[in-house]
């Protein structure tokens, strides 16, 4: 599990950045990994979602474990979206944190936005952050603030606030979600002293164009989840099917590395 925990971290180190695509069910993951994506993500609006359970409010633990179980026998290292921890007990997030990775889960995201639209005390997540990694410690721990994505007035110092709490607490990452503008993201990337972690935009740069900026992740969010969804109504409305459609063969063989 070591060289895993390790082959995870060298990802955020790399000549580019490492692009997550973020997974919601078994056979999307599958086939991301088919695709040969080497680390997947999950994203907790799609895990949410799929269950009809709302997205952070803490509601999805259950499903949460279910699907690393599920997607514990893929050939990739997968990393996990835990809202804020599922609970403002650090303690409790830290045994969330050990039982994920007891499942080879080699990753996870916190964050520090609630469902009131607010922020959680910085004080609090880096309690959490702080927690995971003495219990964990070869675990990824991505901590996101919502300062951009939650409309913080004048966000940077904030945000660098933050990325600073959550680092001094252990943090090997920061992923702050929201943030398109390359000369903003250049300023964070500079004053942010771990990997950071942006989200793929449509119509804004992509991870060429991200890399020489400084952002060593780039993450897809729900953005994947969503397209499926607007696929599926666009063919109900005349769109027609889309080009490279999985057959029925091929999606079943999606199921064969967790077969048995």
């Given at each position: ?12 180190h790399?000549d580019?950045?490492l ?18 994506h ?38 990739v ?56 990694k003495?219990a ?31 680092q ?8 702050v ?14 004053a ?10 449509p ?9 020489p ?15 499926a ?19 029925y063969?091929?999606t ?5 590395p967790?077969?048995?």
């Amino acid at each position: 599990m070591t060289d895993r925990f390790a082959a995870f971290h060298a990802l955020h180190h790399a000549d580019r950045p490492l692009l997550l695509p973020n997974a919601w069910d078994h056979a999307s993951a599958a086939a991301l990994a088919a695709r040969g994506h080497r680390a997947i993500g999950t994203t907790s609006l799609g895990v949410a979602a799929a269950a009809g359970l709302p997205d952070g409010e803490a509601a999805t633990r259950a499903e949460t474990l279910r699907l690393a179980r599920l997607l514990g026998g893929l050939p990739v290292l997968l990393t996990v979206d835990v809202e804020a921890g599922f609970s403002d007990d650090p303690a409790e997030v830290a045994e969330l944190a050990a039982e994920l990775a007891g499942l080879g889960v080699v990753g996870i995201n916190v964050e520090d936005g609630r469902a009131d639209g607010g922020l959680a005390p910085a004080e609090l997540t880096a309690a959490k952050v702080a927690a995971v990694k003495a219990a964990v410690p070869g675990l990824f721990v991505n901590a996101r603030t919502d300062t951009w994505w939650l409309g913080t007035p004048d966000p940077l110092p904030e945000t660098l606030r933050r990325a600073r709490a959550y680092q001094d607490a252990g943090a090997d990452g920061v992923f702050v979600p929201g943030v398109a503008d390359p000369g903003l993201i250049a300023r964070l990337a500079a004053a942010i002293d771990a990997p950071l972690n942006v989200l793929l935009s449509p119509g804004g740069p992509g991870p060429a164009e991200l890399g020489p900026l400084g952002v060593a992740r780039v993450s897809t969010g729900s953005l994947l989840f969503r397209a499926a969804l607007a696929g599926a109504l666009a063919v109900l409305d005349g769109a027609g099917v889309p080009p490279g459609l999985p057959s029925y063969a091929e999606t079943q063989r999606l199921v064969a590395p967790s077969a048995g």
